[in-house]
């Protein structure tokens, strides 16, 4: 009797920590490089005169 | 230099060979020329839409309003929010005092949840419809919600520098701003407190791009890039060394032989301590043992860069609107008889044009006919844009005085044909009616300063301008 009801419970702490050390791990995940490209003042221009 | 179309391909194809999560974003004062208000409709407001078309076509994430955005009032603005155009601005309020454009967006990229913040600088004139609160009252508030809420906080700018470096010093948590105060060029980013600070320069010359490599903590390394980057300036000047020795090499049958091989072996030696560098760092981002490091370049966009299609018709419609408008405006103001006087609101042109100068100046007036002067309005007519007020100034004749005092540009579809060229006046500038009158008592200039040549002939149309060069080529003869 007590056989059957250890087994759900360690299987819930097995499912627990494997949840913990996943998310930890996603946590300190580093994120991607990323590209910003940026302007300002374009005032107005179409395209280059000239 | 410059163009959207050039700007759009560089963006796609660097987007493309990557890979790398990517945001597009602007400072703002992106759609008029001038301080000045626009009416609408008008040329300014044709290519206003225009650039919002490329804009949103290139797909950019965020665009701060700036004071040079509202120069045909807030209409224009709020038609192209509601088409999804990315304005922000946490401090611009309209007249009930709402603020017409949202505060902040928060996007995700590649794991990091970035906010991007836009603050509208000082408006160009009194306004009632709007107005621009302090940023003191807006961004305290405003980072203190989002701060716990994001890993990046960008603020793009269109204060002065000045008051970026302030609101640097005071937010820990801003970690980068994009400036765009009009008295600035391009500034590499400089690390304020935990920002870095940077813009381009104006007339969209050049696309600004950081590139971001996230480390352990968020604290910017200044690039180890100062190794890097001296490396990097150490090959460069290899390059330019060997090059120079090579075609000395040509010149010289071969003689050069051994400075070539001292070079190239020093080269050899760089390009390996920069390939083991490279390495090095990559090595040290991957660990996660380094900060955040960046790597910022500003791109020319030179005229030998591709177009992209889409952006390019798009560009080649809005010309085209332009000209047709201009077209009907000039219609409606020209009477029947093609005179141009103050009935119909138009000026006659205080100059006489090339044919009048001719008449006494003969061997002057034949040798300018062969220079590129006397075809700068065909130039205009074979582009089709010769009603394009953009450009005319530069393909007319004008005085320097016209050009200083602000001259009508709607003046300039009107003009005659004697001065639908870069005719003598533009040069040899006075009181040109009274000279053909008097030319004893009433003198023309002889030689114009380089002043006079630079207002067109500058960096953005005329790259390797030589004034000493260039004025040998267009002096008349003497007599």
């Known amino acids: 009797m007590q056989k059957n009801r250890a087994f759900p419970f360690s299987l819930l702490l097995f499912l627990l920590l494997f949840t913990a050390s996943h998310g930890a791990a996603q946590s300190n995940a580093k994120p991607d490089d990323l590209l910003i490209f940026y302007s300002n003042n374009i005032h107005g221009e179409l395209e280059a005169c000239g | ?479």
Request: charged fraction near 25%; glycine fraction near 8%; include cysteine.
């Open chain 2, 1 to 479: 230099m410059g163009g959207l179309s050039k700007k759009a391909h560089l963006i796609k194809s660097r987007k493309a060979s990557t890979g790398a999560s990517h945001l597009l974003l602007d400072g703002g004062n992106l759609l008029f020329k001038k301080t000045a208000p626009a009416a609408s409709p008008s040329q300014p407001v044709i290519q206003a839409n225009g650039i919002i078309e490329a804009y949103q076509v290139m797909g950019y994430d965020a665009v701060a309003v700036g004071p040079r955005d509202l120069n045909s009032g807030l209409d224009l603005l709020i038609r192209s929010r509601d088409n999804d155009f990315p304005w922000i601005s946490a401090n611009l309020t309209d007249s009930d005092g709402n603020t017409p454009f949202p505060s902040h967006f928060m996007v995700n990229k590649g794991g990091l949840r970035i906010a991007i913040i836009g603050l509208t600088g000082t408006l160009n004139s009194d306004s009632k419809e709007l107005s621009v609160n302090p940023w003191q009252s807006v961004l305290p508030g405003l980072i203190e919600d989002i701060s716990s809420r994001c890993d990046l906080i960008i603020l793009l700018s269109s204060l002065k520098v000045e008051d970026n470096k302030i609101i640097a010093n005071r937010f820990d948590q801003i970690n980068i701003i994009f400036g765009s105060d009009p008295a600035r060029g391009n500034n590499r980013p400089q690390l304020i407190n935990s920002s870095l600070l940077t813009q381009t320069s104006s007339r969209g010359k050049y696309q600004g791009l950081l590139e971001i490599f996230p480390g352990q903590s968020q604290q910017w390394v200044q690039p180890a890039t100062t190794e890097l980057s001296k490396l990097q300036n150490r090959l460069g000047a290899l390059n330019w060394q060997l090059k120079r020795a090579r075609k000395r090499q040509t010149n010289s049958n071969g003689k050069n032989s051994e400075a070539i091989k001292r070079i190239e072996q020093n080269r050899t030696e760089v390009m390996n301590s920069l390939a083991s560098l490279e390495k090095q760092l990559k090595e040290e981002a991957a660990q996660g043992v380094s900060g955040t490091r960046f790597k910022n370049t500003f791109i020319g966009l030179k005229r030998t860069l591709a177009d992209d299609r889409q952006v390019e018709t798009i560009v080649y419609e809005t010309k085209k609107e332009v000209a047709e408008f201009n077209h009907s405006q000039k219609e409606k103001r020209q009477n029947k008889s093609g005179a141009v006087n103050s009935a119909n609101g138009l000026q006659p042109s205080p100059l006489v044009g090339f044919s009048a100068c001719g008449e006494c100046h003969e061997n002057q007036s034949k040798f300018w006919q062969a220079t590129s002067h006397a075809r700068a309005y065909e130039t205009l007519k074979e582009k089709k844009q010769a009603l394009n007020l953009d450009c005319l100034p530069c393909h007319v004749t004008m005085t320097p005085a016209q050009v200083n005092n602000g001259q009508n540009l709607e003046q300039l579809l009107h003009l005659p044909p004697e001065l639908q060229t870069i005719g003598c006046e533009s040069c040899h500038y006075g009181p040109s009616r009274d000279h053909t009158k008097d030319p004893e008592r009433f003198k023309m200039v002889r030689r114009s300063g380089k002043a006079v040549c630079v207002r067109c002939h500058q960096g953005e149309r005329d790259d390797d301008f030589s004034y000493e060069e260039k004025l040998e080529l267009i002096s008349c003869p003497a007599g």
